[in-house]
């Protein structure tokens, strides 16, 4: 594990927590790896308090899990798993664009435009971790415009089940390429304030990304 320590007045817990998010979604803390309250500790300079606290809380997200006998280890998804996620995305966000097309203000439409520009770099980068992150942002984007935020927060839990798996596919330039298009349908249509459009948009992006993410792993059996 290559974990920093932690700089001085933070608020320990929810820096010990973001940091091992952010080590977990990067792969630098790798499915099945088992989350040593001590040894992440000592790494970070922080007692052990904090840092149990974190990883129950990464629990409660989906992103470690608890063992028998072996104590908590980074999520491994599964193909039911992620069978279950997107069963429950394509419900969900489809009504969260379809609730921003009709509440998203002009400020939210240009932060969406605004990540697809950086996103577009990333692409033409080969960038995996900023496309990464541009995804994350986009999606997150919508549902805080839908206006709801018990939505956001419901599909804020699956965001980060579904980086788990997404870090493949951001290593493949024709998915990220794909990806990015889609995108922009998407906000083409909320700026046209087609609810209908935007909804049909999500649905087929969300298709074709289940449609990828199967595929890489049936090739993994």
């Known amino acids: 594990m290559n974990i920093p320590m ?16 952010e ?3 990067e792969g630098r803390l790798a499915p099945g790896q088992k989350l040593s309250v001590p040894e992440l500790a000592r790494q970070m300079g922080v007692s052990r308090s904090p840092v149990r606290e974190a990883i129950l809380q990464l629990v409660g997200e989906g992103l470690a899990v608890e063992r028998t006998r072996r104590g908590v280890v980074v999520a491994n998804l599964s193909a039911r ?6 069963e429950v995305r394509e419900v969900l966000e489809a009504l969260a664009v379809r609730l921003a097309a ?3 203000r002009p400020e939210q439409l240009r932060a969406m435009r605004d990540v697809l520009e950086r996103q577009r770099q990333a692409v033409e980068s080969r960038d995996p971790q900023l496309y990464s992150q541009t995804n994350q942002q986009f999606h997150a984007l919508i549902s805080q415009s839908s206006g709801n935020p ?13 980086q788990l798996a997404f870090r493949t596919l951001s290593n493949n330039p024709a998915h990220t390429m794909r990806g990015h298009q889609e995108h922009r349908r998407i906000v083409e249509a909320l700026a046209a304030r087609d609810p209908g459009a935007a909804e049909a948009a999500m649905r ?3 298709a074709s990304t ?7 792993s049936q090739a993994r059996r």
């Open 6 to 21: 932690l700089p001085p007045n933070e608020r320990v817990v929810d820096t010990v927590r973001e940091t091992l998010r």
């Open 23 to 25: 080590a977990i979604l």
């Open 81 to 86: 798993d992620l069978g279950e996620i997107y």
């Open 102 to 104: 009709q509440r998203a």
């Open 150 to 162: 018990r939505l956001h927060r419901i599909l804020a839990l699956l965001f980060g089940e579904m």
């Open 204 to 206: 087929r992006h969300l």
């Open 210 to 216: 289940r449609l990828e993410i199967d595929r890489l």
